[in-house]
């Protein structure tokens, strides 16, 4: 348990790295114009930051607002007793809920944490790999059978949520573990 | 859905704001109006012509709980300042004292930029020797705080979304440039290579060699190298070409159904670009979390996707087998 611990922070402060240096490496194996390809991928930066920003507004001020009137605090209270039974603190319940329907609102869920509990809290780590670990179920549900017509999608959306409850919920445990 | 959570929040948070202002105003929690009885210490006598004054504040404890109807109790002085001003005399506690509820609360909502709680004194009774009085202080009215706040909090942090997506520019754009190479050199189609025998059992209703699968193949090699933007149009591309072998047009069969489950379960090496950008460095510790959480549901979602195909009800709405001579008896291959 502890080795494995040590195992991981040892291996995580190479992730990052293998992607910075390996990236490039592997393409200029491959022969691709590393630069001039990195360039133009780095343009859509601007894009995807700009088009984030609608979803962020609509999310984080919709959120800045129940927690400000209080709600927030009486909603946590209330299901901390429901959620404290099988370990799962009541703050991540926004993500949750929020993860299978919007991505980028999500996303600022994870911001609106990093705001209220700090970017080193547990709660924010367990934010940030539920977000990391499912998708947006109903999106991806609405973009791949809107494609082809089908309306009758018989157990995708069973499956999907499944999948994404059991995922959410072992984020939470998995980082409780880790870092707990 | 999405329509109706985002509703609700606003909704909600407006009416608990409603009703916390509401119950202020019948409980009179903040004595709008009415003077509080302050002790005041001067170190030098007092000058009531000076117009600034430096001084010390004592609350009685008792007084206050019983003024406020509190439990709350103030420090035992803080330190002030005097102000003579056109509407009598002034007294400014200094910024970011430890206020107890509820003076907290009426000096944030009075005066949040300078963090100094203010009123107005009444006439000042000083004694003999002009280094202590005793004086009575009223503060200005505070109405309508949560609903104050939840304006505010709209505001600031519609401010605080579109600051934050512009400051992620350019971690974004490092990481989609790094990405853009990965796509170049090819490598979901290498990982396309070591899934491909994993993947094959899981669509036994795909017949060999059909194009459907090589593109279910390369959609989700994407999403493992979180390459969102490349593995949707893969992924509508491996739907269209299922949709050929689809006997009805409007009814998802078993293939399409565990091509999006394994799609919503989203297995990746790579974190979503987006998450990287927000939590920067922090990510090297979340990767394997969120490897090994996305790696459950996906487990869960491949599970899921083939038992829920066995219930009766879903069996029943199987276009391969809708239009099967006989319908009960195991013979499509989704058996297998």
Do not use: C
């Amino acid at each position: 348990m502890e080795t494995f611990r040590e195992i991981i922070s040892f291996a995580s402060a190479f992730v990052l790295p293998a992607i910075l240096v390996g990236f490039p490496l592997y393409g200029l194996y491959k022969r691709v114009p590393v630069y001039e390809t990195f360039v133009d991928g780095a343009k859509e930066g601007f894009n995807v930051a700009v088009r984030i920003i609608p979803y962020l507004v609509a999310i984080l001020f919709a959120i800045a607002m129940f927690r400000a009137s209080g709600a927030m605090d009486f909603l946590i209270a209330g299901l901390r007793p429901l959620l404290g039974a099988i370990s799962i603190p009541a703050e991540v319940l926004p993500m949750a809920i929020l993860r299978p329907l919007t991505g980028s609102g999500s996303a600022a869920i994870v911001v609106d944490m990093i705001n209220v509990y700090g970017e080193d809290s547990i709660l924010v780590k367990m934010a940030a790999t539920m977000f990391g670990s499912t998708e947006t179920t109903f999106y991806v549900i609405a973009v791949y059978f809107g494609a082809v017509g089908v309306k009758k999608t018989r157990h995708a959306v069973a499956a999907g949520l499944l999948a994404d409850l059991v995922g959410l919920i072992s984020a939470v445990y998995i980082v409780r573990w880790l870092f707990g | 859905m999405l329509n109706y959570i985002w509703v609700g929040l606003i909704v909600t948070s407006f009416a608990f704001a409603l009703t916390s202002d509401v119950t202020d105003f019948t409980r009179d929690t903040y004595r709008n109006g009415t003077p509080l009885p302050v002790a005041l210490e001067f170190d030098a006598a007092y000058d009531s012509e000076a117009r600034r004054q430096p001084a010390r504040v004592r609350i009685d404890g008792e007084t206050y709980g019983a003024f406020f109807n509190t439990d709350a109790r103030p420090a035992d002085a803080y330190d002030a300042t005097l102000i003579r001003t056109a509407e009598g005399v002034q007294l400014r506690l200094d910024a970011d004292a430890d206020l107890p509820h509820p003076l907290g609360t009426i000096r944030d909502v009075t005066n949040p930029r300078t963090g100094q709680l203010q009123g107005v004194l009444s006439a000042l009774a000083a004694d003999s020797a002009g280094i202590a009085a005793t004086t009575t202080v009223r503060f200005e009215p505070v109405r309508f705080v949560k609903m104050n706040a939840i304006s505010q909090a709209a505001l600031d942090f519609a401010e605080t979304a579109a600051s934050i997506a512009l400051g992620l520019i350019g971690v974004l754009a490092l990481f989609l440039g790094l990405l853009r190479i990965a796509e170049a050199a090819g490598v979901i189609q290498a990982i396309g290579r070591v899934v491909e025998p994993v993947l094959r059992p899981l669509f036994p209703e795909i017949p060999k060699g059909h194009p459907a699968f090589s593109m279910i193949v390369l959609n989700l090699s994407a999403n493992v190298f979180g390459l969102g933007n490349a593995a949707t149009p893969f992924g509508i591309k491996a739907m269209e070409e299922l949709q050929t072998l689809n006997p009805t047009e409007d009814t998802a069969t078993n293939p399409m159904v565990m091509l999006l489950a394994m799609n919503t379960a989203s297995v990746q090496l790579v974190p979503p670009v987006l998450l990287l950008a927000l939590m920067g460095l922090q990510i090297n510790q979340l990767i394997f979390a969120i490897i090994l959480a996305t790696g459950i549901s996906l487990v869960v979602a491949i599970t899921a996707a083939k038992l829920f195909s066995r219930l009766p009800v879903f069996r029943a709405s199987d276009p391969n087998r809708l239009d099967a001579t006989r319908p009960d008896t195991p013979t499509s291959p989704s058996e297998g």
